[in-house]
């Protein structure tokens, strides 16, 4: 009865666990949540203002496709002076949060059985939005040596004539990994010479802790011409549940998208809209200070698990995760189909903290930890699964 997309598409894991530990919350249990990719910071309180303006003017009848121009304007601004790259408005497609974003390219460039390339480990929804629209993830192994970053060869290896699209997620999830210019160099010019567009998800671009952060789309007209950027408002803002993303293409594709999504969503919510532009006029000072409070966390973190004898993990330069190595761990524990995914169901219920399997990403003798939560919680976690792992190494 159901369509026959279905058939391949497994829920969203990261979502899963979360409504597992508010279940487990809701029955009293004290749960750890060290899963979900949601900043704990609150939208700031100059943002909101936007939004509330917005709906005592009676700003909510349909509006332009691609977004409110104010706010397309601002985000040209902004894609100048932090990402040195010239957009004009009409070359923003705004939607209802990065994952509709990624969703509008793929129905704008594929047709059904293209391939797109997923360099591995890589984030949960990019395969599944993929088959959703016909397309075929394809994906590409990567070394753990290289902290998991495409390398030229692997690429050039992974081609073939149905190639359509490769995804390049800088900063990573969930490695947390920030390509150097001149690896980004390397790949897009394969890209450009094989003719396969790039989706640069640069959604975590504001949370790095490196000082010279490269955009894919900057490193000349011909790469930025085959490059769609994605980036959204609901990690550098803490805007999750507001839904807001936005594209940065050629016009070709910026129009193509409008053309679908003006039949599908028309456009995202308007007040959505007016808190993402009170973000980026308003808040840049309150955008920083949760990018300086992940840096702290995250060398709180590393340096807790740098005392974890047996265990590895990929040193992150941007977002706020941690890419936690056992496989010293797997070869002692009992598991039949995936060691990451029964780990993770047996630490939860044995320590009651709430971490993501390496598997949902495609690695896995890996997990993955989330620090957007306060250092107490992220520290008592991290002991214990040391306590945990004690047992099996
Ligand atoms: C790499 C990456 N891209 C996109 C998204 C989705 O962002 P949004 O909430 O704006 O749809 C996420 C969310 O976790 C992500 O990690």
Redesign the pocket.
């Known amino acids: 009865m159901l369509s026959e997309r279905l058939k391949n598409i497994t829920p969203s894991v ?1 979502v899963g666990i979360s409504s597992k530990v508010k279940d487990m919350k809701a029955s009293g249990i004290d749960v750890i949540g060290l899963s979900i ?1 949601e900043p704990d910071f609150n939208v700031p309180e100059k943002a909101k203002e936007y939004g509330k303006r917005s709906l005592d003017e009676n700003k909510t009848k349909y509006d332009l496709v691609g977004g409110i121009l104010e706010l397309r304007e601002e985000i040209c601004k902004k894609l100048l002076k932090e990402n040195k790259v010239n957009y004009t408005p009409d070359q923003i497609v705004l939607s209802s ?4 974003s ?1 969703t509008n390219v793929l129905l704008a460039l594929t047709n059904p059985g293209d391939e797109v390339l997923l360099p591995l480990p890589y ?1 949960v ?1 990019y395969s599944e939005i993929i088959k959703v629209t016909n397309a075929v993830p394809v994906e590409i192994q990567t070394k753990k040596e290289n902290n998991f970053k495409l390398q030229k060869e692997e690429l050039l290896a992974a081609i073939t004539d149905k190639t359509k699209l490769i995804v390049i ?1 800088n900063p990573s ?1 969930p490695t947390g990994s920030v390509y150097t210019k001149e690896e980004l160099e390397e790949i897009a010019s394969v890209c450009l010479e094989k003719g396969i567009y790039i989706i640069a ?1 640069e ?2 671009e504001k949370i790095t802790f490196t000082e010279n952060f490269t955009s894919v789309a900057a490193l000349n007209e011909e790469i930025k011409d085959i490059t769609i950027t ?1 980036n ?4 550098c803002a803490a805007m ?1 549940g507001l ?3 936005y594209t940065a293409s050629n016009s070709e594709i910026a129009n193509a998208m409008c053309s679908i999504q003006s039949h599908i969503v028309s456009h995202p919510s308007l007040t959505a809209q007016y808190i993402g532009l009170g973000a980026l006029v308003e808040c840049e000072d309150e955008m920083q200070h949760m990018v300086d409070t992940y840096k702290k966390r995250c060398e709180l973190i590393t340096n807790r698990l740098d005392k974890i004898e047996n265990i590895g993990y990929v040193k992150p330069s941007g977002a706020f995760y941690i890419f936690v190595d056992l496989s010293k761990v797997k070869e002692n524990y009992e598991y039949t189909d995936s060691f990451s995914i029964k780990f993770c169901e047996d630490f939860l219920n044995a320590e009651k903290v709430a971490v993501v399997p390496g598997k949902s990403f495609g690695i896995d003798e890996y997990i993955r930890i989330s620090y957007a939560c306060d250092e107490e919680s992220f520290l008592e976690g991290v002991n214990r699964l040391e306590r945990y792992i004690s047992k099996f190494i």
């Open positions: 990261t990719g949060g990065a994952k509709n990624i984030w929804s997620t999830n998800d959604i975590y994605i959204g408002f609901a990690k999750t839904r807001l993303g």
